[in-house]
């Protein structure tokens, strides 16, 4: 005689079932006419977070994964919602942050006439820049699909993966699927960390260069304890999107280019490389030559495994973060120096600016002296960039986000998620005029959540990062890069958002405390001297 019917459930239900048990109660999305059967008797313990755009709404997404160290779920509409999206869905690639993005589809009975919204070949979409993708033959295996997306996303490296599922099967039966334990971790090859850390015991002039991964894998404290034990200089990597060692440290030398010759050059005179959490290394330019100074050697720690496998020189380990480098400082106790250790090469630090012009360099470095404490930056400002790393020291975990593709309009809605998931902490979204513009809409999301973000929009009325990397290719002027009348208040007031402006120094503070203390969103457009 069999025993009981297991009760019938829904793909929706199931559905739910698994978010709710993978914590993903917040859903970020702009839905169309094909996700609609999704929210019937949508979970009162469910949050939908509304974006205008469905870039923003990744971007957004982006922000909240991040900031709280797991995955945050996003929802798309169809073939044009994916397209719009796509930017940011690369940024998310390249920020590893783990994100499952569903997508609407038609409905299975119409699809052989390629019906009104149809998305041909879904799960092609958005490839390369997810990790994993599918389109589940039957409904009942959208809920497994959901589980796997969820477990490729947080394995390292962390990144989005994508499940198109057709409108009519959120009310056809579904099968339930409960969570496993996954591994989230790389254990790292116990004979080479052991070498690692020999080498860097035996090194004369050791330096570090540190990545993204570290942050991404609280290896904060192991960082600065390692650099301290060898006394090494520690660099940032090129073009990192995250804070992984305190700027103000003395052992803190500053941020590589991404330029091979002038990496060679700051790193000259290091017998030893140990590049932690990052590519060796990002490059933006053409520059031949070698990669690391005649002599040195490299020794490269990444959860990545295509970073290891085209760096050009040294070892690469594969290992997450937080207990590869507890293994280099566990086996490092076991070494003597057999050798005189030479002091670290720390540039000097920058010259404080003086009130006069109002510069990106002077506000700047008020931001550093006003904002409040553990307060976090985003920060989208190309041009002002190598100003922020002179005047504006981030030295706490956890406190620095920025956007690791090089597109624009990722910062001000990655600033809303970033504070979605961190009440407790001000948001300082700090950005250009030109990054600004791509997701505008992002203001609004903020308004009607209530975060307190201060904007910061530093306008010089251009695209003056292209202008000033049009030099390198010898362009003395390029046409279309001026951005006349723009007006940031009235873009951020029709929006819900509270805003002044400041053209002089004097102006400055008062308006930066204030919008450092409000309660609400509020928006500063500082109109600097070019």
Request: hydrophobic content about 50%; proline content about 8%.
């Amino acid at each position: 005689m069999s025993g009981p019917a297991s009760p019938q459930i829904t793909v929706r239900e199931a559905v739910f079932a698994l978010l709710r048990e993978c914590g993903l109660t917040t859903v970020f999305g702009n839905p169309g006419s094909t996700e609609l059967p999704m929210f019937r008797d949508f979970p009162a313990d469910f949050r939908y977070v509304l974006g205008l755009q469905e870039s923003v709404v990744v971007a957004t997404a982006d922000g909240y994964a991040q900031a709280r160290g797991e995955a945050a779920i996003v929802n798309l509409h169809s073939a044009t919602g994916v397209g719009h999206a796509l930017g940011s869905i690369f940024t998310a690639f390249k920020n590893q942050t783990p994100l499952v993005i569903t997508a609407g589809q038609q409905a299975r009975s119409i699809m052989p006439l390629e019906p009104f919204l149809y998305s041909e070949q879904a799960a092609q979409l958005p490839k390369p820049y997810v990790k994993w993708s599918c389109e589940p033959a039957r409904a009942a295996d959208v809920p497994a699909a959901i589980a796997r997306a969820y477990y490729v996303a947080m394995q390292p490296p962390r990144g989005p993966a994508f499940v198109s599922i057709p409108v009519d099967d959120w009310d056809r039966p579904g099968i339930a699927v409960a969570m496993r334990e996954v591994s989230r971790r790389v254990a790292g090859d116990p004979r080479l960390l052991e070498h690692a850390a020999a080498a860097l015991a035996r090194a004369r002039r050791p330096v570090i260069v540190v990545g993204a991964s570290v942050a991404r894998d609280d290896a904060w404290d192991e960082a600065v304890a390692l650099a301290e034990r060898h006394d090494a200089a520690v660099w940032v990597a090129p073009m990192s999107s995250r804070n992984s060692f305190p700027q103000s440290h003395r052992l803190f030398a500053g941020f590589l280019p991404a330029d091979r010759g002038a990496i060679v050059d700051r790193l000259d005179g290091a017998d030893l490389i140990l590049v932690l959490g990052a590519p060796a290394f990002t490059v933006h330019v053409e520059n031949p030559g070698p990669m690391i100074p005649v002599g040195a050697r490299l020794i490269q720690l990444t959860d990545d495994p295509g970073a290891a496998a085209w760096c050009p020189v040294g070892t690469s380990i594969l290992t997450s973060l937080k207990p590869g480098i507890a293994a280099l400082l566990a086996h490092g106790a076991a070494h003597s120096r057999t050798l005189e250790r030479v002091a670290p090469r720390i540039p000097p630090r920058a010259a404080p600016v003086a009130a006069g012009k109002l510069t990106d360099r002077y506000l700047l470095q008020r931001i550093a002296a006003l904002r409040p404490a553990r307060s976090i930056i985003v920060e989208e400002a190309p041009t002002s960039r190598g100003p922020m790393h002179e005047h504006l020291p981030i030295n706490e975990p956890g406190t620095f986000f920025t956007c690791a593709s090089g597109g624009l309009g990722h910062g001000l809605p990655a600033a809303v998620g970033v504070a979605l998931a961190r009440p407790a902490d001000k948001v300082i979204g700090l950005l250009g005029d030109g990054s600004a513009m791509y997701s505008i809409q992002g203001l609004w999301s903020a308004a009607e959540l209530k975060l307190a973000v201060a904007f910061i929009i530093v306008n010089n009325a251009s695209y003056r990062a292209l202008e000033d990397f049009g030099r390198h290719f010898g362009i003395a002027a390029l046409p279309g890069m001026r951005l006349p009348h723009l007006d940031f208040c009235a873009l951020a007031q029709g929006q819900g958002v509270a805003a002044i402006r400041v053209d002089c120094c004097e102006d400055l503070d008062a308006a930066l405390t204030r919008i450092f203390a409000a309660d609400v969103p509020m928006l500063l457009e500082v109109r600097i001297a070019v």
